[in-house]
C-alpha cells in the first residue's frame, strides 16, 4: 500500500508491491501530482512517481532553483535510497533535462537507471534553438509559453493564480534555456525519445539526436499533437512504457558503498 511520503521529493513513497519504479518531471512550471493518473490497477509491478520540485504544490513556498546543477546535487541524496530495486527516469520538456543529468549523477556514484525515457526536449548536446522568454515582461512571457501550448488559464480571470507561479516558470525556463553541456561517456541504459509530430519546441531530428547519449540503440517514439501531446494520451503512455520496461529480475541492486559516495547525503 503506498503511503503519504516523507521524504519532501516525492508526494507518495514507494507502493510494497511495485517492482519497478519510474520517477517523473514535468515541464517548465508544471508539478508532480499530474503523473499520479499514470498508476492503475493493471500497473500494479510499476508505480509512477512524479518528483516534486521546489517551487510549487506541497513546496510552493520554496524558491525554484534557476539552474541545473544545483538542483540535481540537492534531490540526488534524497532519491538515492529508492535504487534497491530498479528505477526508470522519464522527463517532458525541461524534466527531461533534468531526468538526463540525474542519470549522469547516478552513474557518478555507481547507480543507473534501468531506461530513461525523455519526451519533447532537443538532446542536451544540442544549441538551444529559441531566444531566452524568461526575462520578459509577464504578458510577454504568457504569450511565449502559450505559442507552445502551455498555461491553458484564462489570464484575465485567474491573473492572481498566473502571479503566484510565474516565478517558478521563470525559474525553470531559465534553468533550461541557460543550460551549459559537458561532454562525458554516453549513458549504458536505454534511452526512448517521444516527440509531437507538431511540436514546435522539439523535431523528430532533435530527439534521434538523443542517440549520441546512450551505448544502446535509440528507441523513438512518435504521436500526433505538439509540445503537450502527453496530456492527451498519458493511459497510452503509461502502457507503452510498462511493456518497453525490463523485467526486474534483470536489476542487480547498488552496493552499499555506492550511497557512501554520494556527496552530502541528507534529506533537504
Known amino acids: 500500500m503506498t503511503a503519504a511520503s516523507e521524504n519532501p521529493w516525492l508526494i507518495r513513497g514507494p507502493d510494497d508491491s511495485a517492482e519497478t519504479l519510474v520517477l517523473c518531471f514535468n515541464a517548465a512550471g508544471a508539478g508532480a501530482i499530474a503523473f499520479e493518473r499514470w498508476n492503475a ?81 532537443p538532446a542536451p548536446q544540442l544549441p538551444y534553438p529559441y531566444p531566452p522568454v524568461y526575462h520578459l515582461p509577464d504578458e510577454q512571457l504568457i504569450e511565449s509559453v502559450r505559442s507552445y501550448g502551455g498555461l491553458q488559464l484564462d489570464t484575465r480571470i485567474d491573473a492572481k493564480v498566473v502571479s503566484t507561479f510565474l516565478p517558478t516558470v521563470r525559474a525553470d525556463l531559465q534553468a533550461n534555456t541557460c543550460y551549459a553541456y559537458t561532454e562525458e561517456e554516453p549513458l549504458t541504459c536505454p534511452i526512448v525519445g517521444l516527440y509531437g509530430a507538431d511540436d514546435p519546441v522539439c523535431s523528430l531530428s532533435d530527439i534521434r539526436a538523443w542517440q549520441s547519449q546512450t551505448t544502446r540503440a535509440l528507441t523513438v517514439w512518435g504521436y500526433p499533437g505538439g509540445h503537450f501531446f502527453p496530456r492527451a494520451c498519458f493511459h497510452e503512455l503509461a502502457e507503452r512504457f510498462c511493456l518497453a520496461l525490463p523485467p526486474a529480475a534483470q536489476y542487480i541492486a547498488p552496493s552499499t558503498s555506492a550511497n557512501a559516495n554520494a556527496p552530502n547525503l541528507r534529506v533537504p
Not at 534557476?66 to 522519464?90: D, K, N, S, T
Open 41 to 121: 490497477p493493471r500497473h500494479r509491478v510499476v508505480q509512477f512517481m512524479g518528483v516534486l520540485l521546489p517551487g510549487r504544490e506541497l513546496r510552493f513556498a520554496e524558491a525554484p532553483f534557476r539552474h541545473v546543477g544545483p538542483l540535481i546535487e540537492r534531490m540526488l541524496p534524497a532519491l538515492l535510497p529508492l535504487f534497491e530495486r530498479p528505477v526508470a527516469l522519464y522527463g517532458h520538456s525541461y524534466g527531461a533535462l533534468i531526468a538526463f543529468e540525474l542519470a549522469r549523477a547516478l552513474r557518478r556514484v555507481g547507480v543507473a537507471p534501468s531506461m530513461l525515457f525523455v519526451a519533447c526536449r
